[in-house]
């Protein structure tokens, strides 16, 4: 007997789980109470046991069909509620176009930045296992992040034990030259197993071996997918081949696959964001025992299992090693730093900050939905009642306005698509060109799979509420007051009232979150630069090592070059640098020695360090702060002499007359190798938002050669006319050298602000769309507030209210929302400013300027939306409010 109930309750255990409903839970108990009874009259386990066999395959059966019929009457259901909800949509073309246009622009726009977010956040750094791989810099108190000595970088490399493989590389563009018209090049020198560590294999050849870093051995090259095409026809026996790089032969021992990116920052400070060209072996050349200059990049692999703070503490232990051993490494230490996080650097804050913006004008939206659906419940109240007294259920109903909406917000949510996908192409173009990850923002799958899930969420989120709301309706009422018209209860008015001060509230935080950045962005425009970017043409060039081996030559080239160039037509002055500002080519920098001064314990004297030739701060217009220019006479069998920024005279001679002050590079030096300063220029900043400008000097070009170098032309007229001029004086000294990244300096300082303007302009563009928004959403409440006490305005005129009187009543009910919006829109945007400290420059969070002006914005456009309802309540009838009652 308890082994045949056992059997039952598996049995009605499996119908359980099944979910058929109650009626077959009742079958069942009708079979088990049966199956005893035949138990009790057959007295055998065995007959019952097969009785119930059968019975169980014939419930089985029956439990199909009806689960077929069920799914058919669910599925009928459904069909028969959107076929319903279509109708109620196309009788109302105007009430569906305004509300799914609504819902289309904010879905669009969070769609549109998601994109963004997904390209440039979500998705994966394409190198394998990319967790793993870190940047590699050190640090001290005046430098928070700076480059490697190429020698501590090879003690790293054979001392850590972190790491399962070590790399550096750092910038060098080269000129190929031989095989058509010369091209410069951007590329990286980078130490054996680069590629090793990045997790990539070159798709022909190989990478670098540790001989390559040998000084003479390192005549190799890997190409780019796109140079190895485009130069080379992607000949397949391009391995093996010598080319001609730097007027040196060089051997291509390996070609990357296409999309290989750089990892790291550098890469975007290249021009044009054209990407990486080809690859050359670091050689370590030099005294390992000077370890003062600093130019190189690391990047490692940690081993399986090692995390960040483990490896951090075995790098600084390393480094406090190499401190006593070598003077010039005491007192820094070592930082590591993801490589996602290196790449996205601040543009995650950023787009963080645009993902908040959309998702206030997406919940904007919703609550203007919500409104409108509460005024369309309002008017089919008669309808609603009428299928409430007929004994629809209340569920159902719910069911029937939840499809509607959700219908409204898939409509939107396809047309919100359309929308993101012509906003993410003008976005990208608007991106700046060091904008990380710009080439992997698309909308892709994800992009798609997250419009449905936000269309579906928001659907549900304005669809709801109203549609709870109608469910409660009173039939008995609704058919009393017959055509009377219809009635708000006190529940329906304060969630409207709500929705409206929620809409005001976003609103007015996004305004002035839009206003700190545009007083951010103002004030880098007006920031002085430090030099005067009109009329000004930048250019670079880069003499070849092996052609140019004498550095009196590289000197004489320049010199020839800027004096030709300054004396052509419609030029006022022509120079060259080592670099131009604004361009992230200024990282050099080392320690030195000042005469008469001890540097602080543990740290050294520390600057940037430039080239210049004698007219190259005339051009750029940076101005003379005591002493003099370089001059002609500063060749290189004359005296050393330098050129200090007022930055470097207030750090190491404060209160003194620097004119005539000497420093040096040497650690026993001679009269030869002290340099003494013999002018003084204004400062000028890494960037715009930089906090100060960095100490920095410059030697003149004759007496530190250097063969790359930036051409300053300043002309008289548009510089643009100079481009060819500029090409041909430089084809004219030397036919095979390429001129390249010819630029104006006012296009410089343009991209210099271009990432504080985007974000402005999109945050500014969601505010605007929200405020409108706001203003639509606070006209319909009290549009709607109007139309409901038309009868009421019309008793007060007849029992002698005046018709300001009305205005005035109207007015103070928009008030009471609009200022309720906005205190507490000002208290929310108090908590949540500190998000944009990162992104504004010399404005306080909390400026008040901003936070009252927009409050006042807010609170005028807001009653003036509520003006015109208003003046509509006035027009009232008394007459006709006493027919009605």
């Known amino acids: 007997m308890e082994t045949v109930l056992r059997l039952l309750r598996k049995l009605k255990l499996l119908v359980f789980r099944e979910k058929f409903g109650r009626d077959l839970e009742e079958e069942m108990v009708f079979h088990r109470e049966q199956a005893e009874k035949d138990l009790q009259a057959d007295g055998t386990a065995a007959d019952t046991a097969r009785i119930l066999v059968r019975r169980q395959f014939g419930n089985q059966t029956r439990l199909k069909e009806q689960s077929h019929e069920m799914v058919g009457f669910a599925f009928e259901s459904v069909l028969q509620d959107v076929r319903y909800a279509l109708r109620q949509l196309g009788a109302n073309r105007s009430f569906t176009a305004v509300i799914v246009l609504t819902l289309a622009l904010s879905i669009g726009a969070n769609s549109a930045i998601f994109s963004v977010i997904q390209g440039v956040l979500l998705k994966p750094l394409p190198y394998p296992e990319a967790q793993r791989l870190v940047r590699i810099f050190l640090t001290s108190p005046e430098y928070p992040k700076f480059p490697l000595n190429p020698f501590d970088f090879r003690d790293f490399r054979t001392r850590n034990h972190s790491f399962e493989s070590l790399a550096a590389f750092t910038r060098g563009d080269v000129q190929l030259s031989g095989t058509g018209e010369a091209e410069r090049l951007y590329g990286f020198g980078v130490t054996a197993g680069y590629f090793h560590v990045l997790g990539l294999k070159p798709a022909l050849g190989r990478e670098f071996d540790r001989l390559a870093e040998v000084p003479g051995n390192g005549l190799q090259v890997i190409l780019s997918d796109r140079i190895w095409r485009t130069r080379f026809a992607a000949a397949p026996d391009i391995i093996g081949r010598k080319i001609t790089l730097n007027a040196q032969p060089f051997t291509v021992i390996g070609v990357m696959p296409a999309g290989v990116e750089h990892p790291g920052n550098e890469y975007h400070s290249l021009p044009y964001g054209e990407g990486i060209d080809v690859w050359w072996p670091f050689s370590f050349a030099g005294d390992p025992a000077q370890r003062g200059s600093h130019y190189i990049e690391g990047i490692g692999r940690l081993k399986n299992g090692v995390t960040l703070s483990q490896a951090l503490s075995e790098m600084n232990a390393l480094m406090t090693q190499l401190g006593r051993e070598h003077t010039n490494d005491a007192g820094w230490r070592v930082m590591l730093i993801p490589l996602y996080q290196e790449i996205v650097g601040n543009s995650r804050r950023m787009l963080m900050v645009l993902l908040g913006a959309v998702a206030m004008v997406l919940l904007i939206a919703c609550a203007n939905a919500a409104n409108l659906l509460l005024a369309r419940a309002a008017t089919r109240q008669r309808e609603i009642a009428v299928r409430l007294s007929l004994g629809a259920p209340r569920r159902r109903l719910v069911r029937q306005l939840l499809t509607e909406s959700l219908l409204i917000a898939l409509l939107g949510g396809g047309l919100g698509v ?311 004086e430089a084809a004219k000294l030397d036919p095979t050298l390429a001129v390249a990244d010819i630029r104006l300096m006012d296009q410089i300082a343009d991209s210099s602000v271009a990432t504080p303007r985007l974000a402005f302009v999109l945050v500014g563009s969601f505010a605007a769309l929200a405020i409108l928004l706001a203003m639509i959403g606070t006209y319909g409440v009290i549009s709607y507030s109007v139309n409901q006490r038309s009868t009421e305005f019309g008793l007060r005129m007849a029992l002698g209210a005046q018709r300001r009187d009305v205005l005035r009543l109207v007015l103070l009910q928009a008030a009471v929302l609009v200022l309720a919006g906005t205190a507490s829109g000002v208290v929310l945007a108090l908590a949540l400013a500190r998000l944009l400290q990162n992104l504004i420059y010399e404005v306080s969070p909390s400026d008040p300027e901003t936070f009252a002006a927009v409050g006042l914005i807010v609170v005028l456009v807001a009653m003036l939306a509520c003006y015109i309802p208003a003046r509509r309540a006035m027009r009232a009838e008394p007459m006709a409010a006493l027919r009605a009652e």
């Open 418 to 728: 359309a929308l993101a996908m012509a906003g993410v192409k003008m976005l990208v173009a608007l991106l700046p060109a060091d904008f990380p990850r710009a080439h992997d923002i698309r909308v892709s799958i994800p992009v798609f799979a997250f419009t449905f899930l936000v269309s579906i969420a928001t659907g549900i989120l304005f669809g709801l509420a109203p549609a709870l709301q109608a469910s409660r309706t009173d039939p008995r009422q609704s058919l009393h007051e017959g055509g009377r018209g219809t009635t708000v209860s006190g529940r329906q008015r304060r969630l409207r009232n709500a929705l409206v001060v929620s809409e005001v509230s976003l609103a007015c935080i996004l305004l002035i979150g839009a206003g700190l950045m545009l007083r951010s962005l103002l004030n880098l425009i007006r920031v002085d630069p430090g030099f005067q970017q009109e009329h000004v043409l930048t250019a670079s060039l880069s003499l070849p090592h092996e052609k140019y081996k004498d550095e009196g030559a590289v000197g004489k080239f320049y010199d020839r070059l800027v004096t030709t160039l300054g004396s052509a037509p419609g030029v006022q002055s022509a120079g060259a640098g080592s670099d131009v500002p604004w361009t992230g080519y200024d990282e050099n920098a080392g320690g030195f020695t000042i005469e008469g001064k001890q540097p602080p314990p543990h740290q050294e004297f520390h600057a940037r360090y430039h080239r210049a030739t004698p007219d190259y701060f005339r051009a750029l217009g940076i101005p003379l702060v005591g002493g003099r220019f370089f001059t002609e006479a500063d060749k290189a069998n004359a005296p050393s002499v330098v050129i200090i920024n007022r930055a470097m005279a207030e750090l190491y001679w404060p209160h003194e007359d620097v004119v005539g002050k000497r420093f040096t590079y040497a650690d026993k030096p001679k009269e030869k190798d002290w340099m003494t300063v013999v002018g003084v220029v204004g400062n000028v900043k890494d960037q715009p938002n930089s906090p100060g400008a960095t100490p920095a000097f410059w030697w003149p070009n004759l007496q530190q050669p250097d063969g790359d170098m930036s051409l300053v032309v300043r002309a008289q007229g548009d510089p643009q006319l100079l481009v060819d001029t500029v090409r041909n």
